[in-house]
């Protein structure tokens, strides 16, 4: 009896839980949000995977979009603009531009800046050579 009550007790302790948070991202963007993790390391930065959701939605008003429900963030890519981006090859590593600028406010807790900066919104709209690819990562995980 006593330990019927106890397995209640936590499974009522875990249900009720507010500071749950969840760390997911989709297959097809598995590869840029880790390695916004792993650039972010080579760089001396340690940081959580966690609170952050990341998936491909066909009904984005926008390229990307950032929103937060019960303090999970959630960041959605459009699904066709992303495909469309894989199909030309990514060209300018876009797909890799908007989700670093938009990890950089949800993880990294930046904000937009007018310089030569991920955060600057032409950049993240147009793009980066791969030669400003380090220049741009240094800047962003300073």
């Known amino acids: 009896m006593k330990n019927s009550a106890l397995i209640l007790i936590s499974i009522l302790a875990l249900a009720c ?25 080579q760089r001396g930065k340690t940081i959580p995977k966690t609170n952050l959701i990341v998936h491909l939605n066909s009904e984005c008003q926008a390229i990307t979009q950032v929103k ?16 469309a981006m894989s199909a030309q090859g990514n ?17 990294l807790k930046r904000e937009l800046s007018d310089g030569h900066s991920i955060m600057n919104g032409d950049i993240k709209v147009n793009g980066f050579s791969d030669d400003e690819r380090e220049e741009l990562l240094n800047e962003l995980f300073k």
């Open 17 to 41: 839980s507010d500071d749950e948070t969840t760390y997911s991202v989709t297959p097809e963007l598995d590869t840029y949000v880790t390695s916004f993790f792993t650039e972010g390391e």
């Open 68 to 83: 937060q429900e019960a303090g999970q963030w959630i960041l959605e890519f459009d699904k066709e603009a992303f495909e």
């Open 91 to 107: 060209p300018n590593n876009k797909i890799e531009s908007f989700l670093f600028h938009e990890l950089g406010r949800i993880v």
